[in-house]
């Protein structure tokens, strides 16, 4: 077994494995570039990055990488079953509050829908001025990305950690804390064989534990899902603290996870 961490994705990136012919190094090195070809297409902080380009392209058709692509189908098929509770046009009202960069889009709503997005082929654009922002789910692709470079590379186990964003394969039980909304780390066990992500909503935005949840009615506390891939994790802590607490963990179970709060 042998473990690496890297500065990735907004945070540090943990890649551990074992491969039964020795070749941890090349095959952990090898998904350390999976996650960094994910953030260049990906992030809204890049400016030559896919998202940038079309966020920028004033309703015109981009070119798109493939994975952005699928990444993006993803967003809207999530955002059509949530009844738009995950919503991938957010980018404005956190670039109005300085969370993201102005990369200098001009004018631009604040937030629209995930219906704005038109893909035909490999080409995207916007039906409205708005700002896609696919930063919580793009680093649960990219932590996908990165277990398929390792499983194709003969690793028979491991994990990535993107600060919070973990998937496990193979036969090794991965030990899971769970940071609540006062920054109390609780240990719920271990996971096996899924990914895990967390979204945690305060009543005042703590410099030390910085995150951004958007949603009329959001409710304190800390989400964590539990699914078969990480993108889906990420995706469904979004939409798991905008659910009426009562029917929050049905419809969570409904979107393929598993809700866990703490």
């Given at each position: 077994?042998?473990?690496?961490?890297?500065?990735?994705?907004?945070?540090?990136?943990?890649?551990?494995a074992h491969c039964a012919l020795?070749?941890?190094?090349?095959?952990?090195?090898?998904?350390?570039?999976?996650?960094?070809?994910i953030h260049n297409l990906m992030s809204f902080h890049q400016i030559e990055s896919d998202i940038s380009r079309l966020n920028m392209?004033?309703?015109?058709?981009?070119?798109?990488?493939?994975?952005?692509?699928?990444?993006?189908?993803?967003?809207?098929?999530?955002?059509?079953?949530?009844?738009?509770?995950?919503?991938?046009?957010?980018?404005?009202?956190?670039v109005e509050v300085g969370i993201l960069p102005n990369h200098g889009f001009g004018n631009y709503s604040n937030i629209s829908d995930a219906n704005i997005i038109e893909i035909n082929g490999n080409q995207v654009r916007l039906l409205a001025p708005a700002l896609i922002?696919?930063?919580?789910?793009?680093?649960?692709?990219a932590v996908d990305y990165a277990i398929k470079?390792?499983?194709?590379?003969?690793?028979?186990?491991?994990?990535?950690n993107a600060g919070g964003d973990i998937r496990v394969f193979g036969n090794h039980i991965f030990p899971i804390s769970i940071r609540n909304e006062k920054g109390r780390d609780i240990e719920i066990g271990g996971i096996q064989n899924c990914a895990i992500a967390t979204s945690v909503v305060r009543k005042k935005h703590n410099q030390n534990f910085p995150s951004w949840i958007i949603g009329k009615n959001k409710r304190q506390g800390s989400y964590s899902i539990m699914a078969s891939s990480a993108w889906r994790a990420d995706a469904l802590t979004k939409i798991a603290c905008n659910f009426n607490k009562n029917i929050a963990s049905e419809k969570i179970t409904q979107l393929g996870g598993h809700l866990i709060e703490v």
């Open positions: 077994m042998l473990k690496r961490m890297r500065p990735y994705l907004g945070t540090y990136v943990e890649i551990g020795g070749n941890e190094v090349n095959a952990i090195d090898a998904a350390f570039m999976a996650i960094q070809e392209a004033k309703g015109n058709w981009v070119e798109i990488d493939k994975k952005t692509k699928a990444c993006l189908k993803f967003a809207k098929t999530i955002s059509r079953f949530s009844d738009g509770l995950f919503n991938p046009t957010i980018g404005g009202e956190l922002c696919l930063d919580g789910i793009a680093k649960g692709f470079c390792l499983k194709s590379l003969g690793c028979e186990y491991g994990w990535v």
